[in-house]
């Protein structure tokens, strides 16, 4: 393929404004950068986060959307070491954080797990740490979730969750890891800390009846107490969230640990995932591949609609001939 002239680009120019596609000139390469094709790309939360937010939108210059994307390289910077032109490439996937395997078997549950960052979350628990994993998703997703290998599924619809948890755990132990993907301060009543009670001793007795976590585990939130799609969430929330941080704080002293996370983009993460897809030992879930990315169709806008509804399942792709 001769190095293209122009590529087109979806961009918003003010904060929640119009998103238009444009064309733009492709500079010539720096010495340690790579050209990719891309064939396909997704609109994540966090793109639509950022066309909101006051916090990219007063940056000068355009912004785009779109983050994840699969692609051929096309040409390559004078460093650049270890790739060729015509490699297959994918770039920016969510990298979850998880405990470290350990001799017993950990208890972990996964909120949100029907969507495109705890369907992951749930095959690589169980998969690469050998969890037990308790998922929460509605009862149009139990049958999706239970075929990635959740141990335990939990329809926040017709359920209530902080009971049947609770109830689960009686039959077992104190769970390890909770990693809330959805948001919100819905779960928070099940993360018991220590200091909820003045009195130490107390504490410990309100806490030995009603705590989720064990106290060297912790509550993951990889949104924050926000609930609004289109705010922006992860640690960017500990400084719109003074609770946040207290939790934070009471978590680190007295456990369980409380941390809003933001994703890893590391290479060797990717690699790992990649050969797990590629060994077929983890899926990839897609629920529609739309048509007409940055043609008349304007697929893009449709993608736009989807990730803002707030109920994908797995991902969506946009297709780019
Ligand atoms: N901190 C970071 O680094 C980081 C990285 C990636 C994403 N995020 C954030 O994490 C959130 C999720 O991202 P995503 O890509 O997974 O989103 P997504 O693909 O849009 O996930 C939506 C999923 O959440 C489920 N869901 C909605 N409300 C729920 C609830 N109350 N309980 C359980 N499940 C619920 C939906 O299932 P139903 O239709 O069945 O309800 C749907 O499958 C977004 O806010 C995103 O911005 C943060």
Redesign the pocket.
Known sequence: MEYPKTNKTLRFFSIGGDLKVIEKEVLPLAANEILVKAHAASI???DI?LWHSGFVGRVAGDKGMGRDYSGKIVAIGGDVKGWSVGDEVFGLL?QPWLPPQSSHQRRVII????????SWLVQLAKKVYNCHVTA???S??AEFVKSLDADDVID??SEDIISTLLSRRAEAQEYGLLVD????T?LLSSYVCPLKSPFWFEAKLIGSQSQLLNTKGAYVT??GDKTN?KQL???ITYLSSPAQVVRYIKGWIWGPRYA????YTKSTYIEEVALLVERGEVKTEIQEVIQGAFDEREGWRKAIQL?EG??????VVLSIP
Do not use: D, H, W
């Open positions: 994540n939360p966090v986060q969510f909120r949100g797990a029907s969507g495109g960052t705890g929460i998703c509605s149009k997703n926040y619809t993907c959805a948001g919100g819905e990889i949104v799609v969430g992860g640690p809003c996370v933001s994703l990730m707030g109920r994908v399942r797995g991902k």
